[in-house]
T-cell receptor, first 115, second 115 residues
Framework: AQSVSQHNHHVILSEAASLELGCNYS??????LFWYVQYPGQHLQLLLK??????LVKGIKGFEAEFIKSKFSFNLRKPSVQWSDTAEYFC?????????????FGTGTKLQVIP | DVKVTQSSRYLVKRTGEKVFLECVQD?????MFWYRQDPGLGLRLIYF???????EKGDIPEGYSVSREKKERFSLILESASTNQTSMYLC??????????????FGPGTRLTVL
């Protein structure tokens, strides 16, 4: 199985601080990249995705992520976090293996935003 | 709106019991997935199904089996539950790669405790 690394397990920020969550993956071929978010007590939901084209993708709620192919990275950013961004964030990579497209998730980063 | 429902939010079973976790989606998605989510480990793929009657092992299939008799329903079976299967189980569905956004839609999860 391919691996997806999220460097920070738990991040604590004050409101209005900038956020960057790291994500690196190991697969050398073509990938689709995702960030999902899980707010407390809610379903996992898609934040943003990259398939092709502009490596800077914008998602919901002011989040963006940049795909850097040479670094196998897809870091998530937000210029100014809000208390409502408190959640767990998961990076995911879709790739083809054995004729099927598989998806591997990272271990998640818990973000706590302090008012 | 895509809806993925799971039969139970909370389940308590005893060691050795046979456990069925049911997942139903209402958007005619061909692909369905079962994950378990554990703190610090993220989401790990147990099994997936690309179509009716089709199943493939994910990264951690040991101790589990699945059934996909109808397109909308994907069941996870614990043949003989053990305490190390205590976890949150998430079901997801999506369109096949190339037919849509490739986004996975998740259910609310079933928190299973095995005593």
């Amino acid at each position: 199985a391919q691996s997806v690394s999220q460097h920070n397990h738990h991040v604590i920020l004050s409101e209005a601080a900038s956020l960057e969550l790291g994500c690196n993956y190991s697969y050398g071929g073509t990938v689709n990249l995702f960030w999902y978010v899980q707010y407390p007590g809610q379903h996992l939901q898609l934040l943003l995705k990259y398939f092709s084209g502009d490596p800077l993708v914008k998602g919901i709620k002011g989040f963006e992520a940049e795909f850097i192919k040479s670094k196998f990275s897809f870091n998530l950013r937000k210029p100014s976090v809000q208390w409502s961004d408190t959640a767990e964030y998961f990076c995911a990579v879709a790739y083809y293996s054995g004729g099927y497209q598989k998806v591997t998730f990272g271990t998640g980063t818990k973000l706590q935003v302090i008012p | 709106d895509v809806k993925v429902t799971q039969s139970s939010r909370y389940l308590v079973k005893r060691t050795g019991e046979k456990v069925f976790l049911e997942c139903v989606q209402d958007m005619d998605h061909e692909n369905m997935f079962w994950y378990r989510q554990d703190p610090g480990l993220g989401l790990r793929l147990i099994y997936f199904s690309y179509d009716v009657k089709m199943k493939e092992k994910g990264d951690i299939p040991e101790g589990y089996s699945v059934s996909r008799e109808k397109k909308e329903r994907f069941s996870l079976i614990l043949e003989s539950a053990s305490t190390n299967q205590t976890s949150m189980y998430l079901c997801a569905s999506r369109l096949p790669p190339g037919q849509g956004s490739n986004e996975q839609f998740f259910g609310p999860g079933t928190r299973l405790t095995v005593l």
